[in-house]
């Protein structure tokens, strides 16, 4: 396979991703938005390492690192999204106020 499948790919998904963050209005869909860009950067980092550097494992290492603060990320984002929906029982992102005046 070429590089251009898995950079079409990968600016694909960024774009699904793109779309689901500024469209959605749900805090789990904005997390799983997120995620989509994530592994969409992923695509790229393993698809250039692969192709341009074959001898290393620069890009893998890089995904690795990536997938970690994903996680992290997933996890403390679903740990206020629980927080928030016990106080306001809802995962509505515009009724997300609690800094405002």
Sequence with gaps: ?????FLLLAA?????GIY???ISRNAVRVLMSIELMLNAVNLNLVGFSNYLDPGNIKGQVFTVFVITVAAAEAAVGLAIVLAIYRNRNTIDME??????W
């Design 1 to 5: 396979m070429q590089l251009e499948y």
């Design 12 to 16: 694909a998904l960024f774009c699904i």
């Design 20 to 22: 689901g963050l500024i």
């Design 95 to 100: 009724q997300f106020n609690l800094l405002k």
